[in-house]
């Protein structure tokens, strides 16, 4: 088998995910869900009202589960399980939080596979910075406690997975095994620095094909990792409905939906 390429990474944003029927919560009133957004997406907004946040993310884990994969998702995971038993190396970054990616996976590659805003399917002790592999949905859309639901988001089998619903405090709000402190979304919140970026420049800075699909080329710092491929000397190649903001960055453009362009463009590699 013949590969054009031999380093490549994948950049994807909430366009790979919209054909999936995963929403782009906030609205043009910057609004959640009819929350502020630093009420439930940040660290503040956590320590004011913890309830509240967990209610949020509660349902957005229960919504996350109601969507599938698309042909998008299932031809990257395909690609990195190829390059992966022909040694070569193909590095997915992904800005959603949908557990989509992780899904089509089924068995992640995990060292190639950066989730740089977190995901719905893990959660993190307060205290000590633990991660769990995380499903449960906590509470209702009203805020009332759910007492035994979980929901079947891809859990990732190298972390400890809370198979049992962890213990909760008295207002329902689950409590760490580790240090007993309350648990969190391991979700990379306004005014926390997105995971993995390091790692991901590494990968960047060596490849030879940079593609980013469905992104708006506005949010930092994956808008500029484009930049940063191709200065390297990558190819860069952008598929999107539309060119991002960050068009000048690519070499190519590929106009359309990701479920129809990205297996077509990946068929060609």
């Not at 959640?32 to 946040?53: C, I, M, T, Y």
């Not at 038993?85 to 989509?100: E, M, P, R, Y």
């Amino acid at each position: 088998m013949q590969f054009r390429y031999k380093r490549i990474v994948f950049l994807t944003g909430a366009g790979i995910s919209a054909e999936s029927g995963v929403k782009t919560f906030r609205d043009a009133q910057g609004l959640w869900e009819n929350h502020k957004v630093d009420e439930v997406a940040s660290p503040q907004g956590f320590s004011r009202n913890p309830v509240l946040v967990w209610t949020f993310y509660s349902q957005r884990r229960l919504q996350a589960n109601s969507v599938q994969t698309n042909n998008a998702h299932t031809a990257l995971a395909d690609l990195l399980h190829i390059y992966e038993k022909n040694n070569l190396q193909a590095a997915l970054i992904t800005q959603n939080v949908d557990t989509l990616h992780e899904r089509a996976f089924g068995a992640l590659p995990s060292k190639h596979f950066i989730d740089i805003h977190g995901t719905l399917s893990r959660s993190r002790c307060t205290k000590c910075n633990k991660l769990f592999s995380d499903r449960w949905a906590y509470f209702d859309g009203e805020g009332k406690i759910i007492e035994d639901h979980a929901d079947h988001l891809w859990s990732n089998a190298i972390l400890q997975t809370l198979l049992t619903m962890p213990r909760r405090n008295s207002l329902g709000l689950p409590l760490s095994p580790c240090c007993s402190d309350l648990l969190r979304p391991d979700i990379v919140w306004f005014g926390e620095k997105p995971l993995g970026v390091e790692k991901a420049i590494e990968h960047l800075t060596h490849c030879d094909l940079f593609v980013a699909i469905g992104t708006s080329g506005n949010v930092f710092p994956a808008a500029g990792f484009a930049a940063v491929a191709r200065k390297a000397g990558a190819h860069t190649v952008c598929i999107n409905l539309e060119s991002p903001e960050n068009a000048h960055s690519f070499h190519e453009h590929i106009l359309g939906p990701a479920s129809e362009k990205v297996p077509e463009y990946i068929g060609k590699l």
